[in-house]
């Protein structure tokens, strides 16, 4: 049997007739940039998580970029992150001018380890990008509690959190900003690149309209310096209907890795840890495996694909050598990039094929 990591193909074609219908619609009315469609999703996905204002833009990284910008990040200032995330976290940051500060990570969560926070804050920081990893959400009353203390600003990466929460409320909703990726393979995935902003500052979400379309008020009268990043009337439609979809989608994902925590505990291997009172949405479903290359290729062998997120963590990166950091500055970061490996899942992974996975891991230690 073949296990493929992710098929988006599934859910075309378990959704052909809708997604055909919503992108013939909007051909059909001719409108395709920061038109009705786009106004509906922003709405609607404000709604779904109890904040004021959503403001769709071109991707995650751009809202990453444009949250810094809205909060006047700048060339000499500081942002506090993680290094065992995606590259386009960094990324924003860099694009803004500032300079990411990294923190090393909780060993159970892989997310930020807000005691360590405070020994990483200068005169120079002034803003914090927790990173919900996985679909886990991060301790946000601990980083919240120091953020208050120091006066920052918090932009939350819920690139891979759409619908987690923490003790009850929406990742996302704790900060200044709360900043999401569309990407196709996201929870809630565009059929193209896309992302959001939102936050229930009224100011900074008309900013944020402001900066993504050229600073302009009005028609060809710019403002403000602004950019390019506007999310398009089709992946707003597609994204509004899948939107109604997201509740079922990550309650398949938690069936999923509840099989996986059940059928896979008591191996030589590290499940993922978290806390019960939070709603993780397992984005991605990562172990730990003392002889992950080896483990690897024998899933491969045996037809089942799996990925490392993250091999390489960002501050020993090439094109962040600039910060001069080196190998045993974030230990627990380095550890785990050595030894993580996601597992397929997905909303349309067929119960035999979770099987497969199950009994496959299992006879690789037998």
Request: charged fraction near 25%; glycine fraction near 8%.
């Amino acid at each position: 049997m073949k296990v493929l990591f992710g098929d988006l193909l599934r859910q075309y074609k378990k959704y052909k007739k809708e997604f055909d219908g919503i992108v013939s619609g909007v051909f059909a009315k001719g409108n395709f940039i920061l038109g009705e469609n786009l106004s509906k999703f922003e709405t609607n996905f404000a709604d779904y998580l109890g904040v004021k204002y959503a403001v769709g833009v071109g991707s995650g990284t751009e809202a990453l970029f444009l949250a810094l910008k809205a909060l006047n990040i700048k060339n000499g200032d500081e942002v506090i992150t993680v290094a065992n995330t995606a590259v386009p976290t960094v990324s924003a940051v860099d694009f803004s001018g500032a300079t990411p500060v990294f923190v090393d990570i909780e060993e159970d969560s892989y997310n930020i380890n807000p005691d360590l926070i405070e020994s990483r804050i200068t005169s120079r920081t002034k803003a914090i990008i927790p990173v919900h990893l996985y679909g886990n959400p991060c301790n946000m009353d601990k980083i919240m509690q120091i953020t208050q203390k120091y006066n920052l600003r918090v932009i939350e990466d819920c690139a891979q959190a759409h619908g987690a929460e923490f003790k009850g409320k929406e990742a996302g909703t704790f900060g200044d900003f709360g900043a999401f990726s569309f990407y196709p393979s996201k929870n809630l995935g565009a059929n193209g690149d896309a992302g959001m902003l939102v936050t229930d500052n009224e100011e900074l979400a008309g900013k944020i309209r402001l900066l993504r379309n050229y600073g302009f008020e009005g028609r060809y009268n710019s403002i403000i310096r602004g950019y390019n990043s506007r999310l398009d009337e089709i992946q707003a439609a597609l994204l509004d209907f899948k939107l109604t979809k997201l509740d079922e989608w990550n309650s398949r994902r938690k069936q999923i890795a509840d099989r996986y925590m059940n059928e896979l505990d008591g191996l030589p291997v590290i499940l993922p840890s978290f806390s019960y009172e939070n709603n993780h949405v397992f984005h991605l479903f990562v172990i730990r495996v003392a002889q992950r290359d080896k483990f690897m290729e024998f899933l491969l062998n045996e037809g089942i694909s799996t990925i490392i997120h993250y091999p390489i963590p960002i501050h020993l990166q090439p094109a962040y050598k600039y910060l001069n950091y080196k190998k045993g500055d974030l230990p627990v970061t380095e550890k785990l990039c050595e030894e993580i490996i996601s597992l397929p899942i997905f909303p349309d992974l067929k119960d035999k094929e979770v099987e497969y996975v199950i009994k496959t891991v299992k006879n690789f230690f037998n």
